[in-house]
Nanobody
Framework: QVQLVESGGGLVQAGDSLSLSCAASGGTASSYVMGWFRQAPGKEREFVAAIRQSGKTKYLNYGDSVKGRFTISGDNAKNMVYLLMNSLEPEDTAVYYC?????????????????WGQGTQVTVSS
């Protein structure tokens, strides 16, 4: 059983940067596809980014709405996954979730992910 705990959310202004962290326990993060999703009020949970490691190669995927602004990374030694968010916009306001999936499934589909954190709120004011 993998446990995921997000941290780093908060209230920022448009144009600011924010970094989210996800601490994994009960499993090795590098053994899973690690993803970030977000959910705004009244909207479906949306794929943000994912990282998958195969050998020494890390594969990164991003949702269209965050490409070029957000960066996902991982620290295998610390069993951590991060999401650096730059040039934040009010439309980025949502609860952000860290998730873990077994390899071999679509990284952008929330149904691929077996384990989820509780989420951390990110609010971007205009």
């Amino acid at each position: 059983q993998v446990q995921l705990v997000e941290s780093g959310g908060g209230l920022v202004q448009a144009g600011d940067s924010l970094s989210l962290s996800c601490a994994a326990s009960g499993g090795t993060a590098s053994s899973y596809v690690m993803g970030w999703f977000r959910q705004a009020p009244g909207k479906e949970r949306e794929f943000v980014a994912a990282i998958r490691q195969s050998g020494k190669t890390k594969y990164l995927n991003y949702g269209d709405s965050v490409k070029g602004r957000f960066t996902i990374s991982g620290d295998n030694a610390k069993n951590m996954v991060y999401l650096l968010m730059n040039s934040l916009e009010p439309e980025d306001t949502a609860v952000y979730y860290c998730a873990a999936a077994l390899a071999g499934y679509s990284v952008s589909s929330r149904t691929s992910y077996r384990y989820w954190g509780q989420g951390t709120q990110v609010t971007v004011s205009s």
